[in-house]
């Protein structure tokens, strides 16, 4: 790739990137809809089933919302890759993409907007509800630098499903079919040590909730904001989001090339 075509490729993208912006502040609904769910949801898990929850890890309400946020942060993430998946099968059913391919643009630059922007409105997510969980008794011991490490998994992450979400908006049909596509996603934290300690769940779940990519991420999460051991999670925790991310990317450019 020249140099030429490589500025022209990252000021596409540049100008997709602020369409995807645009959007969002012209419909701010969908926004507010996915900051506020998983907002709810901390709220519900910490002053409903909190004080029995952390009785059952051995201490209280405080200690039960330490343990839950990283579940809820991947479930922030999951939720907001609904809208992307959206927004993407949208774009490929009402001809906006067609007028594209009209025109002297990148064609990569049309997802790299999609993903970008995506990801900027899951991390504006994440903010929000770190500041809600700190209003609240979140009490991390993280010193700056792990700060940075959790920043980067999570940036990481919000990437990885973001592109999954954006293959899944292409091989939608409809824009509604494209809402029900990534809702697995966000049952995961559920069957994995987001909510409880996987050594209380049976055997069979207790194998899937261990192995399924989004244990060992939150599990590097906690370990990095409250100093619980980590062991080898950061290793398998980078190496799911890197994978998801290559795969979902390639699916995603294969897709969108063939449409």
Known sequence: MS????????????????????????????????????????????????????AGIGGGR???????????????????????????ATDMTEGIIARFRTMRISRASVLTGHVVGAVIQQLLGIAALLGVALAIDFNPNATPV?????AGLLTLFALAITWLAVALGLKAQTPES????????????????????????????????????????METIRGLLLGTPIGNNAA???????GIAALSYLWAKHTFNKA
């Open 3 to 54: 140099t030429l075509t490589l500025s022209l490729a990252v000021r596409d993208s540049s100008t997709m990137v602020r369409r995807q912006l645009k959007r969002l502040i012209r419909y701010p609904s969908m926004t507010i809809q996915l900051v506020i769910t998983p907002v709810i949801l901390l709220l519900l898990f910490v002053y409903v089933f909190g004080g029995t929850l952390g």
């Open 62 to 88: 405080d200690t039960y919302v330490n343990y839950v946020l990283p579940g809820i942060l991947l479930m922030a993430v999951a939720t907001a890759a609904t809208g992307t998946a959206v927004m993407v």
């Open 146 to 150: 792990e700060w940075l490490a959790a």
């Open 178 to 217: 494209a809402s029900n596509a990534p809702m697995p996603l966000i049952l995961l934290p559920f069957l994995g040590s987001g909510f409880v300690p996987t050594d209380s769940m049976p055997t069979l779940l207790r194998w899937f909730a261990e192995y399924q990519p989004f244990t060992p991420i």
């Open 236 to 242: 398998i925790a980078t190496a799911w989001c890197t």
